[in-house]
């Protein structure tokens, strides 16, 4: 092996492995999705000319049919008339018209097929680019995944579990220390008396709340009315018993 082919040999990987560490395939692929994208414009122009092509071609095709139509009654009128010489005249242009328009009409036709094709191959693209969006985002989500990965790995092999451990062990003693004094705390106030007053107080408002919910409802003929058995009598008044 000669000695140049041997340094191109040593050129090439040493340049192409330059070039594959700078390269980013996520870079790569979101700027050729950018690159598919700006194209549309003017792909769209090109569509458009095309069908403003196939539009004037039928505007002087409508013209030209009007033209053979008006230049038909001029003759006609001029051989009603006697005039010859007139109507010869007119059969001259009617013969230039009626080439004119038969020119247009094939003209018309090539550019109705013209705008199909161009809408077709637009519509084309358009499905392409989308189709090769949802891959390059799926290979870009894949990179972003694998350097997730390799960077873990990383820090994995560099990573010694038993460094940070004793630190990790004295934390969960705290943590463990303050959760069972807390949870002493909330048994002792759960277990007060003023804790147990007001258990009793809420309970004998939820007593009475019934009691006047029932009351109207018996107003409202929703219940049977109370017997007199049934209400409770007053207790009578320290006075009152002493006098008796």
Request: glycine content about 4%; cysteine-free; aromatic content about 4%.
């Amino acid at each position: 092996m000669g000695l140049w082919t041997r340094m191109k040999r040593s050129m090439r990987a040493l340049f192409g492995g330059i070039v594959e560490r700078t390269e980013d395939p996520e870079l790569i692929l979101q700027q050729t999705i950018r690159d598919m994208r700006d194209r549309i414009p003017d792909l769209n122009n090109s569509v458009a000319q095309v069908m403003a092509t196939e539009k004037l071609l039928a505007k002087n095709k409508e013209r030209l049919e009007t033209q053979v139509v008006d230049l038909d009654s001029k003759i006609k009128a001029s051989v009603k008339m006697g005039r010859d010489d007139i109507a010869t005249a007119y059969i001259g242009q009617l013969s230039q018209a009626q080439v004119d328009l038969q020119k247009t009409a094939h003209q018309f036709e090539h550019s109705q097929l013209a705008s199909k094709q161009a809408l077709k191959a637009r519509d084309n693209y358009v499905l392409q680019m989308q189709k090769r969006s949802a891959e390059a985002m799926q290979l870009i989500n894949q990179s972003k995944q694998a350097r997730l990965q390799e960077q873990l790995a990383q820090t994995m092999e560099s990573f010694q579990i038993g460094d940070d451990s004793s630190t990790f062990n004295e934390m969960r003693d705290k943590i463990d220390r303050r959760a069972a004094a807390a949870e002493a705390k909330m048994q002792l106030g759960s277990a007060s008396v003023d804790n147990q007053m007001q258990d009793i107080e809420r309970e004998a408002m939820d007593m009475q709340l019934q009691d006047k919910l029932l009351e109207y409802k018996r107003e409202m003929g929703l219940l049977p009315a109370a017997s007199s058995e049934s209400v409770p009598q007053a207790l009578p008044a320290q006075g009152e018993t002493s006098s008796q």
